[in-house]
């Protein structure tokens, strides 16, 4: 089966602040290192790794936001620095993202309406009228009614809101695969379960395929089917979720197990 969106042994590089003179190179940090990751329709893949590990980066050049330095990005097996313009159109709608920081991602000068109606406008061509009825629908699905959210501006809303809302303007493209880049470790304990069951309960529904970049390997046991551990910028194990959690090869992985906390304190660790 191709799959939906792959990384074939991708690289990237990144200058050294400060390296580098008119006589001397500037000196490279590796940041990813040969990696090779797919998606496959519909599966939740989690990719889970320390701060500094490289995902975030990896998770960059999946959705075309950072070129890698060697190897390719390809979607549907294609790959996107050959695609022509129509296949780039296509992959742009089809690949959308909810990022980590959900202040951060909207425009404070845009009403929760015109944040998600803009990509019914562009990628979705859809006309005004259709589009604002859309809106509301998109709200009712993330659990926002519409009359009391669609003209806030995103300082009126709480963390666990603005997130809601960036899950509604991934979906207004209908998306095929969403990279949820640390979704639900800026929220409070009591909104990221409420999150996670409504990003879970919206994967069912509309069978979308989730990369779901993580460092909590408890939510990675709740929400995946496979999971990949990303270390010094190297896939170092993966697996279905059940082997790598239960069953970890890897030093690394044993060591992010240990250090997750337990539910139950009458379970012991095991390892």
């Known amino acids: 089966m191709t799959a939906l969106l792959e990384a074939r042994d991708v690289s990237r590089l990144f200058p050294v602040r400060g390296s580098g003179s008119l006589l001397r190179a500037r000196r490279m940090q590796t940041a990813v290192d040969q990696v090779s990751i797919a998606v496959q329709p519909g599966e939740v893949l989690a990719l889970v790794g320390e701060s500094g590990s490289g995902k975030t980066t990896l998770g960059r050049m999946l ?11 390809l979607y549907k097996g294609q790959d996107i620095a050959q695609a022509p313009a129509s296949a780039l159109r296509d992959f742009r709608q089809a690949v959308q993202v909810v990022f980590q920081d959900s202040g951060g991602s909207l425009n404070p000068r845009h009403t929760v309406a015109q944040s998600i109606a803009l990509p019914l406008r562009y990628n979705r061509g859809l006309a005004p009228e259709q589009a604002e009825r859309e809106v509301d629908a998109l709200l009712e699905q993330v659990h926002l009614p519409p009359r009391h959210f669609r003209n806030r501006l995103p300082h009126e809303l709480s963390g666990g809101q603005r997130q809601r809302v960036g899950i509604a303007r991934a979906l ?3 998306p095929q695969v969403v990279i949820a880049d640390e979704p639900v470790s800026a ?3 009591s909104v990221r379960a409420q999150i996670l069951r409504l ?8 069978r979308l395929a989730y990369l779901f970049i993580t460092h909590d390997l408890g939510v990675v046991r709740a929400f995946a089917q496979r999971v990949a551990v990303m ?3 190297r896939i170092v194990e993966q697996g279905t979720a059940d082997a790598v959690l239960d069953d970890p ?8 197990l240990a250090a997750t906390p337990i539910p139950d304190p009458r379970r012991q660790q095991l390892g």
Request: proline share 3%.
């Open 63 to 73: 959705l075309g936001l950072t070129a890698p330095s060697s190897g390719q990005v």
């Open 172 to 174: 207004a493209s209908q």
């Open 187 to 189: 929220l409070d304990v």
């Open 199 to 206: 990003m879970f309960d919206l994967q069912q529904t509309q």
């Open 231 to 233: 270390y010094q910028g």
């Open 249 to 256: 090869q890897h030093a690394y992985t044993r060591r992010l």
